[in-house]
Nanobody
Framework: QVQLVESGGGLVQPGGSLSLSCGAS????????QGWYRQASGKERELVAT???????NYADSVKGRFTISRADTKNTVYLQMNSLKPEDTAVYYC???????????????????WGQGTQVTVSS
């Protein structure tokens, strides 16, 4: 299977910036989509930004123009640059990757849909 590890996050004042990163371990065969989601206290998890294998990007309206999703050329790390942060951006942020991994006991690659452990982002003065 594929395991994701996130880093970054923390406490920042309104208007400040933070950067998150997400790396993976496991025998990834191909990636379909990589993205970031967040869940504020008492609310459902919501999409922040996604990037598909072809590089097409989708942002939530609430973060357009402020957040940027990107990835390393090898696709083995995904980043989320967050600028002009607002208190309403406070949440636990999760990375999510979907694709196929090599299972040597199987004749064909298997589907995976993996989540990181989550990292807290708090925007407060």
């Amino acid at each position: 299977q594929v395991q994701l590890v996130e880093s970054g996050g923390g406490l920042v004042q309104p208007g400040g910036s933070l950067s998150l990163s997400c790396g993976a371990s496991g025998s990834i065969y191909s990636i379909v989509q990589q993205g970031w989601y967040r869940q504020a206290s008492g609310k459902e998890r919501e999409l922040v930004a996604t990037m598909n294998s072809g590089g097409s990007i989708n942002y939530a309206d609430s973060v357009k123009g402020r957040f940027t999703i990107s990835r390393a050329d090898t696709k083995n790390t995904v980043y989320l640059q967050m600028n002009s942060l607002k208190p309403e951006d406070t949440a636990v942020y999760y990375c999510n990757w979907r694709g196929y991994y090599s299972d040597y006991s199987a004749p064909v690659p298997r589907v995976f849909d993996s989540w990181g452990q989550g990292t807290q982002v708090t925007v407060s003065s």
